[in-house]
């Protein structure tokens, strides 16, 4: 089976590390839409790169060059590093964003219609607030896990002749 791994083609690579970032974001919307976990707005972050990704992967089936491989490693490294710094945010290892940790204010002394107010209300979910943890692992760390993985999945492709 490793070997196997070692010796695909650089559109297969391309075509795993394209559909690595799918079942991501498929079990990004299913916490969301099916076990009703609000994303914060760097959870949204996250997405972005998956997306990109998976646009390169499209691209990588119909012109597999090693330019969109390392296009596709740098969106993975990128969105790697967004996990650590989400992990670190929801650690209280750094200060994240005021934007979305609740820029050091409560939501008891914000008034009802600051909440209901949709300008003011996207900043409820918080990023220093772990909503879903595993072993001690939150969705960020697993996210920057998997993005790693997937960094070098797109670099194997970028290696392939």
Same mark, same amino acid.
């Given at each position: 089976?490793?070997?196997?791994?070692?010796?695909?083609?650089?559109?297969?690579?391309?075509?795993?590390?394209?559909?690595?970032?799918?079942?991501?974001?498929?079990?990004?919307?299913?916490?969301?839409?099916?076990?009703?976990?609000?994303?914060?707005?760097?959870?949204? *972050?996250?997405?972005?790169?998956?997306?990109?990704?998976?646009?390169?992967?499209?691209?990588?089936?119909?012109?597999?060059?090693?330019?969109?491989?390392?296009?596709?490693?740098?969106?993975?490294?990128?969105?790697?590093?967004?996990?650590?710094?989400?992990?670190?945010?929801?650690?209280?290892? *750094?200060?994240?964003?005021?934007?979305?940790?609740?820029?050091?204010?409560?939501?008891?002394?914000?008034?009802?219609?600051?909440?209901?107010?949709?300008? #003011?209300?996207?900043?409820?979910?918080?990023?220093?607030? #772990?909503?879903?943890?595993?072993?001690?692992?939150?969705?960020?760390?697993?996210?920057?896990?998997?993005?790693?993985?997937?960094?070098?999945? *797109?670099?194997?492709?970028?290696?392939?002749?």
């Amino acid at each position: 089976m490793l070997q196997t791994l070692f010796t695909l083609s650089r559109r297969q690579y391309i075509a795993l590390a394209g559909a690595g970032s799918v079942v991501i974001l498929a079990l990004a919307f299913g916490f969301q839409h099916i076990g009703g976990l609000a994303p914060c707005a760097m959870c949204l *972050w996250q997405r972005w790169p998956h997306a990109i990704a998976i646009g390169l992967s499209a691209i990588g089936l119909a012109f597999p060059r090693a330019i969109v491989a390392v296009a596709g490693a740098i969106t993975m490294l990128v969105n790697t590093g967004l996990g650590i710094y989400h992990t670190g945010v929801e650690r209280d290892w *750094w200060e994240g964003p005021q934007s979305c940790t609740g820029g050091g204010g409560d939501l008891g002394s914000m008034s009802v219609e600051d909440l209901l107010n949709p300008e #003011v209300g996207t900043g409820i979910v918080l990023c220093d607030e #772990v909503a879903w943890e595993m072993f001690g692992l939150s969705m960020a760390s697993y996210n920057a896990l998997a993005c790693l993985g997937l960094a070098v999945i *797109w670099i194997m492709a970028a290696q392939r002749r």
